[in-house]
């Protein structure tokens, strides 16, 4: 929840920053040949209102928590980019029965996904605007696990997972917003993402190491939703 409710803020922030340049830059608004498009993602902060859980599943296809697109006003034709970044330390304290043995845990992650891309936008029907293009994507990740069994046997053992890795590659997308005024919509998008690169796997306590090499394809479905403004 306070990650939603930081990026909302951060987000309101920006929105307020760039309408006072606009005020500030009145001549230059009226020769403005361009529309800028900020969004932020508001799948988990609907489950939080609604009382459900977090779908990681939603973060795991579209990790992009916000994105920005600046269309021609003339040609529809313009650039998109995504960021998303996950950044944190969670633990889990379950060994305190000898009979459920079952490991503390530590998790700490840390995942970047960037995308930049070309977009052509159109107007579907009314309100209703669909836009196609190709993006280029970036991700990098560096998450570590840590283990500590403490039941059947003196002191503590445990082990220590490490997953590092980075990937890059691009791919076809196609959006859909709904204008609810002339500022703000809600949008949503699917993607067909092709990517490759490495990933290590580190088990410390085991000395067990392994590297594979990512090469896929993945079809995102559109079911992260966007917050969008117009400014």
């Known amino acids: 929840m306070k ?3 930081a990026a909302i803020v951060l987000f309101t922030w920006c929105i307020q920053n760039c309408f006072a340049q606009q005020a500030d830059t009145a001549a230059v608004k009226k020769t403005r040949t361009d529309d800028c498009y900020i969004g932020v993602q508001i799948n988990g902060l609907i489950n939080e209102v609604f009382g459900g859980s977090t779908n990681s599943s939603i973060v795991n296809q579209n990790p992009y928590l916000f994105t920005f697109s600046e269309i021609s006003k003339e040609t529809g034709w313009g650039f998109r980019a995504g960021l998303g970044l996950q950044a944190g330390t969670s633990t889990n304290a379950n060994s305190t029965s000898k009979i459920n043995f ?25 309100k209703i605007f669909g836009g196609v293009g190709m993006d ?8 570590d696990l840590k283990l500590s069994y403490t039941g059947f046997t003196p002191g503590t053992t445990g082990e220590e997972v ?20 002339d500022r703000i919509a809600l949008g949503t998008e699917a993607s067909f993402y092709y990517v490759t690169g490495d990933e290590k796997i580190t088990v410390v306590s085991v000395g067990d190491n392994g590297k594979q090499t990512i090469s896929a394809g993945t079809f995102n479905l559109p ?9």
């Open 136 to 143: 280029l994507v970036y991700n990098d990740i560096k998450n």
């Open 162 to 181: 490490k997953t590092t890795g980075s990937s890059y590659g691009g791919g076809p997308v196609a959006s859909l917003r709904y204008q609810f005024t």
């Open 223 to 231: 079911i992260a939703f966007y917050f969008i403004v117009r400014f």
């Open 102 to 126: 079952t490991p503390d845990s530590t998790f700490k992650i840390f995942e970047l996904h960037l995308r930049v891309g070309v977009e052509k936008s159109f107007k579907v029907y009314n």
């Open 3 to 5: 990650r939603f409710l």
